[in-house]
């Protein structure tokens, strides 16, 4: 074999030694056995050379480029084989690890509040109902005893919808339901209402624009306070716990007379005063009275015959109060962080 050859096939011989990549094998490939490469233009080299050592020649090439192929075909079988475990490897999963669980969405804190509270008055024996969020301002305020000169109308700030023939209204709270229901059914009436009510409000840590309050309603035959002081009192320990004591203090609202506001003592300071009840040891849950007889008598029950109570609060203060929440906005700005803290304290 000429030197020539000898010296072509330990360059590539020694090359490939080094090769460890698919990209330098092929590189390696064109450089020697390619149609352009060395092997092949040694063989083109024949026709220079005396005819007599042509033949073998010939044959020493053939050889060579039968030896390269050889080598290159088992460095290419290595390298294969060394990217392939390099890739299961890599690509391995072990599947004795313990699976990542997908996050589960959840209730919505006041959702689920609200079912709390409905399935305790389901308990004492009321019905849950539900009515339009857009409203007619006869239910609004009329039927409820607030008439359109009445000054305590300004107390609701309402959106307003339509005032030229009929006045429509986003409700501002519950109690129009206290109507509906009346309407449609003849006493004894004992439902609670559930619903989103609006008003035109600037928002801050205690205001929204939209919220979510609980209105109830008993009406009947020898109705008394009596009733809905234990009434409350029930629902109170059912939701902030057994001992709570309750406090109930006159209020007005023009759709009850009496009217009153109902108060637990603070469950964070047990009364002795703290900053959740601004030091009075009391926190106010809700405005309650016996339906006032105009009420009554718009709806067409007879106010000698039947006597009846309501009540109405607002769901994301109650929720903010069991659960610490200083600011009303949290509830509606679908933070995960915030929401998901409830998971598990709530039912
Ligand atoms: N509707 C009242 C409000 O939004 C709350 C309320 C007070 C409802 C007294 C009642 C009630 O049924 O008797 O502020």
Redesign the pocket.
């Known amino acids: 074999m000429s030197d020539e050859l000898e010296r072509l096939e330990r360059e590539a011989t020694d090359k490939l030694e080094s090769i460890s990549t698919e990209d330098e094998l092929a590189t390696w490939y064109r450089t020697y056995l390619g149609r352009q490469g060395e092997v092949t233009s040694a063989m083109k080299g024949i026709s220079q050379r005396p005819a007599e050592e042509r033949p073998a020649f010939g044959q020493a090439v053939n050889a060579l480029r039968n030896a390269l192929q050889e080598a290159f075909d088992a460095r290419q079988d290595n390298i294969l084989a060394a990217s392939l475990r390099k890739r299961l490897n890599d690509e391995a999963i072990d599947v004795t690890l313990p699976g990542r669980l997908p996050q589960a969405g959840n209730l919505h804190p006041v959702t689920k509040m609200i079912r709390d509270i409905t399935r305790v008055f389901g308990l004492m024996g009321f019905q849950t109902v539900e009515g339009p969020e857009v409203e007619d301002a006869y239910y609004a305020f009329d039927a409820l005893n607030i008439p359109q000169d009445h000054p305590a109308r300004d107390v609701?700030d309402t959106i307003f919808i339509e005032s030229d023939q009929r006045e429509i209204v986003l409700r501002?709270?519950t109690?129009p339901m206290?109507i509906r229901t009346m309407e449609q059914v003849d006493p004894p009436v004992r439902v609670v209402v559930p619903g989103r009510c609006y008003r035109y409000e600037a928002l801050d840590a205690t205001h929204e624009w939209h919220f979510h309050?609980i209105?109830g309603l008993a009406v009947d035959t020898n109705i008394t306070m009596t009733d809905l002081k234990g009434t409350l009192a029930e629902f109170a320990r059912q939701i902030f716990g057994q001992e709570r004591k309750v406090r109930f203090r006159c209020d007005y609202?023009p759709?009850?007379e009496p009217?009153v506001d109902f108060a637990i003592d603070c469950m964070f300071c047990e009364g002795s005063g703290c900053r959740v009840c601004s030091k009075t040891g009391w926190i106010e849950l809700l405005?309650?009275?016996m339906v006032h007889p105009n009420v009554l008598r718009h709806v067409g029950y007879d106010p000698d015959e039947y006597t009846g109570w309501?009540?109405?609060m607002g769901i994301e203060r109650i929720v903010m109060l069991k659960y610490g929440i200083e600011d009303i906005r949290h509830f509606y700005q679908g933070d995960v962080r915030f929401l998901s803290q409830f998971n598990r304290v709530l039912a």
């Open positions: 609701w501002p709270h109690s206290q309050q209105e609202f759709f009850v009217g405005g309650a009275g309501a009540f109405g």
